[in-house]
T-cell receptor
Framework: NAGVTQTPKFQVLKTGQSMTLQCAQD?????MYWYRQDPGMGLRLIYY???????DKGEVPNGYNVSRLNKREFSLRLESAAPSQTSVYFC?????????FGQGTRLTVV | GQQVMQIPQYQHVQEGEDFTTYCNSS?????IQWYKQRPGGHPVFLIQ?????EVKKQKRLTFQFGEAKKNSSLHITATQTTDVGTYFC???????????FGPGTRLSVLP
């Protein structure tokens, strides 16, 4: 049972480049989330999806887009990466109680 | 907006000492959850508290939910090096189906 799988684990981008972070869960959860984690800032919600076909903005959505491709997959896209988006990104899913997190993607924008 | 705060931000203890982290919400919560994140790892769910004044124990960890359901604490008795990590509290957001996390308390345990 894989739980929540994120790819890639590490990524270095140049300013202005685009990329998509992939996330998939195999727990049949309705809700999926994207968080970013910066030192001393805790986990800040970027976007979430309460169910297949719906997405909503979180606390820090600017510069990001998401797609809930199906119930399993929730991707996060950076259209034009900026150094301020250097962070660790976590995908999570929930079946209504606790959140299950992926291993994280460490993104550096230079 | 809705906020969840935690104190302290950092705590260094000698192995065997006790440790407590406190969580305070700006709004009443229907429940509160605690997560642990090991260095370099991802947050892992520890427990959920639902009832006012609830106390739950997991071995050396004791979790409390305040009477007003706006605060919570996590107490670790006789810390061990395996307790190292960042402890987050989280509550359901007032709008939408998602969580709001506190900034976390980073615990270091010196052997």
């Amino acid at each position: 049972n894989a739980g929540v799988t994120q790819t890639p684990k590490f990524q270095v981008l140049k300013t202005g480049q685009s990329m998509t972070l992939q996330c998939a869960q195999d727990m049949n959860h309705n809700s999926m989330y994207w968080y970013r984690q910066d030192p001393g800032m805790g986990l800040r919600l970027i976007y979430y999806s309460a169910s297949e076909g719906t997405t909503d903005k979180g606390e820090v959505p600017n510069g990001y887009n998401v797609s809930r491709l199906n119930k399993r997959e929730f991707s996060l896209r950076l259209e034009s990466a900026a150094p301020s988006q250097t962070s660790v990104y976590f995908c999570a899913s929930s079946g209504g109680r606790e959140a299950f997190f992926g291993q994280g993607t460490r993104l550096t924008v230079v | 907006g809705q906020q969840v705060m935690q104190i302290p931000q950092y705590q260094h203890v000698q192995e065997g000492e006790d440790f407590t982290t406190y969580c305070n919400s700006s709004t009443t919560l229907s429940n509160i959850q605690w997560y642990k994140q090991r260095p370099g790892g991802h947050p892992v769910f520890l427990i959920q508290l639902v009832k006012s004044g609830e106390v739950k124990k997991q071995k050396r960890l004791t979790f409390q939910f305040g009477e007003a359901k706006k605060n919570s604490s996590l107490h670790i008795t006789a810390t061990q090096t395996t307790d190292v990590g960042t402890y987050f509290c989280a509550g359901p957001r007032n709008y939408g189906q998602n969580f709001v996390f506190g900034p976390g308390t980073r615990l270091s345990v010196l052997p």
